[in-house]
């Protein structure tokens, strides 16, 4: 970005002139290559899914938002050559990476269609707004692609189901325990590999409206007041996204604790970000990826399992994993980059 080069560039001038003797103060960012389908591919060791999201070692980086655009624009094609015109519209505005990469992102952290549509929804007006022309028909004055933004967003979910399997695997098991749970009215409480104790418990809530006086005036002010009852849609809902979160928390911890060890105390991190001084940055790396590995060593998923089922009823098993050999991550060029 051209501030940041343009950083870059005072801090390489800085060196030039004084040499060895320059202090960097530029942090030097690294990031995860779609952090939450990386959880989901080492928890059910996936080969598909690693080589997809740089887990496994390659000679380039791997681009999961490019082999769902690539799934979607075949999809679409067929559907074109059948004869639908939302399809061919779609074609004639373009179905690129850019497009898919918003839905997929948001997938391990509670994602859905509607969701999908309405950033679907949100980049047709933006188009039109930069000169873009509207391939469809022309319902109203007001342009949203509403119901074209409905289409591609559910090409767009089953291309995501077919190129990375294991995430819906993993999501489909960990919300039906939640609805169980939810059915038995207990709350999922689960513990992170940093330790921490985690409580998912939504309850059912009830608005209810109280008229007082303020300042001599009658005002009407309304609050919730929560129930015992745990509400079945919302504790669904949030059970895989938590999950995947407290896996990207406890990383986050294993990492900056580990790197504070090794004497590496200036760090930077949002999420899945993590930025340190170039003089730090060969060892950041190599923290990275040990930490990463270690979280998925044991079977998370099974160790889920036995966690939940230590409070509420028994669960099916979970699913079968793949043979992909976790420590090859050491060896990734690309997991965080």
């Not at 530029?26 to 290559?33: H, I, K, N, R, T």
């Not at 895989?240 to 986050?252: E, K, R």
Request: net charge neutral.
């Amino acid at each position: 970005k051209p501030f940041q080069f343009l950083a870059f560039c005072f801090e390489w001038s800085a060196y030039l002139r004084e040499g060895n003797s320059f202090f960097s103060r530029l942090p030097v960012q690294m990031d995860g290559s779609n952090n939450g389908l990386q959880h989901f591919s080492a928890l059910m060791l996936d080969t598909v899914g690693a080589k997809l999201t740089n887990l496994a070692p390659s000679d380039a980086p791997q681009d999961v938002y490019q082999a769902v655009a690539d799934k979607v624009l075949l999809s679409v094609q067929k559907e074109a050559d059948s004869g639908s015109q939302i399809a061919r519209g779609w074609l004639k505005w373009g179905i690129t990476r850019k497009l898919v990469k918003r839905p997929i992102m948001i997938l391990p952290y509670g994602g859905t269609i509607a969701a999908m549509r309405t950033y679907l929804s949100d980049m047709i007006v933006e188009g039109m707004a930069s000169g873009k022309e509207y391939p469809w028909e022309k319902r109203t004055s007001f342009v949203t692609g509403w119901k074209e933004s409905g289409y591609l967003a559910k090409q767009i979910n089953n291309a995501i189901g077919e190129v990375m399997r294991c995430a819906n695997a993993v999501m489909e098991w960990i919300r039906g325990a939640a609805k169980l749970f939810a059915q038995n009215q207990l709350p999922l409480t689960w513990e992170t590999p940093s330790g921490f104790r985690v409580l998912q418990n939504y309850l059912r809530v009830t608005p209810r409206r109280i008229q007082t006086m303020l300042d001599g005036a009658h005002v009407s002010m309304r609050y919730i007041d929560e129930t015992d009852e745990v509400m079945t849609r919302r504790a669904v809902q949030g059970s895989s996204p938590n999950y995947i979160h407290s896996l990207d928390a406890a990383h986050l911890t294993h990492t900056v604790l580990s790197a504070c060890e090794q004497g590496v105390d200036d760090l930077m991190v949002i999420h899945d970000c993590f930025g340190v001084h170039a003089a730090n940055a060969g060892n950041l790396s190599r923290i990275l990826r040990k930490e990463f590995i270690e979280i998925h060593l044991p079977h998370r998923l099974q160790n889920l399992k036995l966690q939940l089922e230590r409070y509420g009823p028994e669960l099916p098993d979970v699913p079968e994993r793949g043979t992909f050999d976790i420590n090859l991550v050491n060896q990734s060029e690309y997991l965080f980059s």
